[in-house]
């Protein structure tokens, strides 16, 4: 059965990477949740998607500029701002809450913009020390910190994100020890989802909000997918 993600949280109704929208993702039933991960200035590894604070706080700036305490006094509701403050929260803090649940965690690596020197090993730090190897799912659209990812920590899954249409993906991944592929949902179809498969890849693709692509995706067999409104997906699911 197809696995479903809430994307940063159930971000299409509560505030995108805050632990209010995580915790409404294990409230509806996802099967798991996806976050994003930066660095502070001072190397604390915090939940953000965007390099710049503009867009989802009442902040301004590069994350990387501000330390965690100086971060945690922005107000991360975005949109939502019926559901007063939230802050951004730090990975330890999500993961410690996480691992009472039975939830799978996919973190995104957000380093393809800015080199966050260290980001790969503070992750998987945080990961073992919360025991939660099994769950965790390392993804970037940076393959190199994939690697560096495996090679660190060869027993947590690691996947490749892309946008564009790849010659035979499949063949790519395993030079990189790569064990799923996160594809931009576009690019999927039956036949990529089988060939994936025969090369023992996971196939989740990304961001899936639509209910026809919520159905043409269970329909190609796919094995998670990433949305912002795991309600629905849940429920089309299991119709």
Request: proline share 2%; charged share 25%; hydrophobic share 35%.
């Given at each position: 059965m197809t696995k479903i993600f809430a994307h940063r949280g159930s971000a299409g109704t509560y505030p995108e990477n805050t632990m209010i929208?995580?915790?409404?993702?294990?409230?509806?039933?996802?099967?798991?949740?996806e976050l994003d991960v930066q660095l502070t200035k001072?190397?604390?590894?915090?939940?953000?998607?965007?390099?710049?604070?503009d867009r989802t706080t009442d902040g301004k700036g590069w994350v990387k500029?501000?330390?965690?305490?100086?971060?945690?006094?922005?107000?991360?509701?975005?949109?939502?701002?019926?559901y007063g403050s939230c802050p951004i929260p730090t990975l330890?803090?999500?993961?410690?809450?996480?691992?009472?649940?039975?939830?799978?965690?996919?973190?995104?690596?957000?380093?393809?913009?800015?080199?966050?020197?260290?980001?790969?090993?503070?992750?998987?730090?945080?990961?073992?020390?919360?025991?939660m190897e099994?769950?965790?799912?390392?993804?970037?659209?940076?393959?190199?910190?994939?690697a560096t990812c495996h090679q660190l920590a060869p027993a947590i899954e690691t996947a490749l994100l892309y946008m564009e249409k790849l010659h035979?993906?499949?063949?790519?991944?395993?030079?990189?020890?790569?064990?799923?592929?996160?594809?931009?949902h576009p690019t999927v179809d039956r036949y990529f989802v089988e060939m994936a498969h025969r090369h023992q890849l996971s196939?989740?693709?990304?961001?899936?909000?639509?209910?026809?692509?919520m159905k043409k995706m269970f329909a190609d067999g796919v094995d998670g997918i990433f949305t912002d409104f795991p309600e629905k997906a849940i429920r089309l699911r299991d119709q």
């Open positions: 929208s995580f915790k409404e993702a294990t409230h509806v039933g996802a099967d798991g949740i001072d190397g604390t590894v915090v939940v953000i998607h965007d390099e710049t604070v500029d501000f330390t965690y305490r100086q971060l945690r006094r922005l107000n991360a509701n975005y949109k939502f701002k019926q330890e803090e999500v993961l410690e809450w996480g691992k009472e649940t039975s939830l799978l965690f996919n973190i995104e690596l957000k380093n393809s913009l800015i080199f966050y020197e260290g980001l790969e090993e503070k992750t998987i730090e945080l990961v073992r020390f919360f025991g099994d769950r965790v799912i390392f993804s970037s659209f940076n393959h190199e910190s994939m035979k993906p499949w063949q790519y991944a395993k030079t990189l020890h790569a064990s799923a592929l996160h594809p931009y196939v989740r693709p990304f961001t899936i909000n639509k209910e026809e692509q």
